[in-house]
């Protein structure tokens, strides 16, 4: 493996990131936003790993750091989909587009 | 010091008074305002009284001259520190004269408005709009610095507004209220912008201070203001001027007299208190008060003073010869006394005998209040019997009113000036004045005089005699006894007042004067006004057709005078026509059309912006998103390649 | 080409390639499944990574639990056969043209730079590690930070049970008025 450089595996995690961002902007379902941002914050957790792997490699703290985004991840996709179930309750859709009176 | 503190409960009474009436009035003392009000001004008039008493005869002298003494004083507003704003108490011989002309005439009023007033639905804000302007009033004679004066002052002239729309159903009672508060408040102008002259110069507020610096030849003060001029004179004529144009507003002098005949709407013991006898002599008062200064420093002022009084006196008399409505004889009568005044303060001099013209104007002063409001009281009773102002409505009174009629003519005798009444002595000492200072403003005065008899002689005929006593049938009677004690109060002191000893207790500088009128002098004055007594009686005793002749015979300039020689009209046309159209009309425009529409057009702009930039507030949440990492893109290329 | 580098490109493709799928499918529920696949790939490169203890909790937090959430709230909200509105059009230009330009830049800024390594020590993750150094107090111990995460989680919990229950009728229909 020592043969892939990390800049490699750096280019997985920006692919994945914006893969998350597209959907975060295009999808219109709360439900499938909320896993566009569960994909950027794997590809945020790769770096973490690939960084303290390649360039750390007597240190620990990358791996703390992507375990304690896997809890934050949780915490907040519970969060999340408690209020995606409020809000389809008040309105009876989960569609952005649908929940928009906080305009001008 | 025997001048202890409780002088400030002289106005603080009337002002208890009024917040307690007009806070609580209407709702618990609808009956018994009247006789709260009373009472107050009571002991506010026994208190004024033992002053006096104190004043003249324990303490106010001090090696034979009477001293200025300024019982209390305490800073207001410091600006510098040299200039302040006090509050104060400051007694000196006109103060405590005036104490209790108004003290006691405020009382009288109270006392006769329990009957007058009876019955009306605002009774209890009546009297605590009385207790307003007796405070103010009181509270101005009190004052010890210009500023005080100022502040007094402007109350007078709110109190003296609601006093004249009392009746605020009335239109004419409403336009004639804010007639008064328009013309006196533009007087005020210039008393405002001559306080200031005077104080910038003098570096003081302080009444004391202020004379003294302007009057001490070779004073830096003093010569700073007369170099210091405008339009080719000098700071302090200046000054002096426009602080005389604020007393000639408040005391109804030509060409700011037109106020007064209108302020008649207000209800008449109003009229007694108010223009009579106390706010009308104001003017008096404040030039009496800064007399040091017109006389030493300033003769010039003071000869504008002289001559505005002079012609004044003789206008008024002769329109008041004209007039029908009896409240309206009265009140340009009070305008012609007012003139007397005035004049008699322009011929006098500062020191010893010279200050003859000032002590007999503070006389007049002193007289006049009792008769003129004995006069107007009087009038009241009469309209509170037949229900009218005008003269014809009247006429044969004199059985049915007994008590009024006598008052009455006492009150007429007096003010023609014959012997022995209070009026005759007054007059006396200013016509003398005069004679000594300048013979044309003594003609003037000696005119007026006999003009003056007649008129009030045509008024009192037509009252009392002129139709046969039996025209008024149903009529209720002449009024309760509340009414009638002030009437012979009044009376007694009409008759009396002469005889106080005001030469040797207010003059101009302390000192006694002890010149008394030749008795040769007096029978040219006296003599014309028993002619035009004869006249009124030949003309009005009886209803004749001779005064109409007349009338008919003098054509353009009876019609003129009845017409009050056209001054309204003047004002009229000068407010309406030209400064309505020539400043009004294009200030209107320039203020629709260039102010208004730049607003409009920033307005305009700004809603077409927002309009352009609320998409941007969707309420999408995604947009948003995008908006976020435009912002973030942003940043994050402005810090690696922009912040090296 | 070695093995490890085919294999790690096989599992960046297999990535980036569900990944894709995952936000454009127009049914939620492929959707998460492709989500899921991609889930797993990231754990399949954690093992290539050779950190199995990490590659574990990935498939146990992740495809365990979120996914399963996910999956369970879409049951709740959504007929899930049905096909989901078409995306805005003008709304995904923007947001393709947002996402080229930020992975070029990000691309070119990654090329750009060199990494070096800080030692030359290889690389090993003992479990034993991360758990003593987890709860460790002296010297890069991580107790603080541990103690906060599971306060969070606490507060986390309690707030998505206030959030999602149920209020009483009266105040729904209120609030249901209120918002039309």
Known sequence: MSEIPLTNILFLSTGLFFIGVYGLFTRRNMITMLMSVELMLNSVNINFVAFNKYLYPEKLDGIFFSIFIITIAAAEAAVAIAIIINLYRSHHSIDVEDASEMKY | MSHPIYIALIPLIPLACFLVLGLFGRKYFTNSAGIIGTLGLLTSTLISLSTAYE????SGKVNGVFQKIEVAKFTWLQFSPGVSIDLGILIDPITVMMLVVVSFVSLMVHLFSLGYMKGETRFATYYAFLGLFTFSMLGLVLSSNIFQIYLFWELVGVSSFLLIGFYFEKPSAVAASKKAFIVTRFADLGFLIGILVLSFYSHTLDFGVLIERLTTAGSPYLTAINAASFLGVSGLTWGLLLVFMG?????????????????????????????????????VFLVARLFPVFALSDPAALNVVMYTGAFSAFFAAVIA????????????????????????????????????????????LFTHAFFKSLLFLGAGAVIHMVHSNEMKDMGGLRKLMPITHISFLIACLAIAGIPPFSGFFSKEEILMASFESNKLVYAVALLTSGLTAFYMFRLYYSI??????????????????????????????????????????????????????????????????????????????????????????????????????????????????????LIGRPAAWFDKNIVDGFMNLLAK?????????????????????????????????AFIYLWK | MSAASIIFYLIATFILGTGVLAVTTRKIFRASIW????????????????????????????????????IFSIFLTIKSG???????????????????????????????????????????????????????????????????????????????????????????????????
């Not at chain 3, 696949?37 to 754990?43: K, N, Q, V």
């Open chain 3, 82 to 180: 049905d096909e989901m509105p078409k995306p805005i059009f003008i709304r995904s230009i923007f947001a393709a043209l947002a996402v080229l330009f930020g992975t070029g830049f990000v691309v070119r800024l990654i090329s750009l730079y060199t990494f070096k390594p800080n030692s030359t020590t290889v690389f090993n993750l003992n479990v034993n590690q991360i758990g003593t150094q987890m709860l460790d107090t002296k010297n890069y111990g991580y107790l603080l930070p541990f103690e906060l995460i599971s306060m969070l989680l606490l507060a986390a919990m309690i707030g998505c049970i206030v959030i999602a229950m149920k209020s009483k009728d009266k105040d729904a229909t209120t609030f249901q008025n209120s918002i039309q």
């Open chain 2, 321 to 364: 010869c004209t007039q029908t409505d009896i409240k309206r004889v009265l009140a340009y009568s009070t305008m012609s006394q007012i003139g007397y005044m005035m004049f008699a303060l322009g011929v006098s001099k500062y020191n010893g005998e010279d200050g003859l013209g000032y002590m007999g104007s503070m006389f007049h």
């Open chain 2, 55 to 58: 004043y003249f005869f324990v």
């Open chain 3, 35 to 70: 989500l899921l696949f991609s889930l797993i790939g990231i754990a399949a490169l954690y093992f290539w990574m050779q950190l199995e203890f990490l590659a574990a909790v990935q498939i146990i937090v992740y495809v365990g639990g979120i996914v399963v959430l996910i």
């Open chain 2, 247 to 283: 007393g000639a507003g408040k005391s109804a002098m030509f060409p700011l007299h037109i106020w007064l005949p209108d302020a008649m709407e207000g209800p008449t013991p109003v009229s007694a208190l108010i223009h009579a006898a106390t706010m009308v002599v104001a003017g």
């Open chain 2, 464 to 581: 009392f005699w002129s139709k046969p006593a039996d025209t008024h049938h149903g009529h209720h009677g002449e009024g309760t006894w509340s009414m009638k004690i002030p009437l012979i109060l009044l009376a007694i002191l009409a008759v009396v007042a002469g005889f106080v000893p005001i030469a040797s207790w207010v003059t101009a500088d302390g000192n006694a004067i002890h010149s008394s009128v030749p008795i040769t002098f007096s029978i040219l004055p006296v003599s014309l006004a028993i002619a035009g007594i004869l006249l009124a009686t030949r003309l009005f005793k009886t209803a004749n057709e001779l005064p109409q002749r007349i009338a008919i015979q003098m054509g353009g300039i009876y019609k003129a005078a009845s017409r009050k020689f056209y001054i309204d009209e003047v004002y009229l046309f000068v407010t309406k026509k030209i400064l309505f159209n």
């Open chain 2, 605 to 637: 702009l700004t809603a077409n912006l927002s309009e352009l930039i609320k998409g941007f507030q969707s309420g999408k949440v995604q947009d948003y998103a995008l908006y976020f990492f435009g912002g973030i893109a942003g940043l994050i290329i």
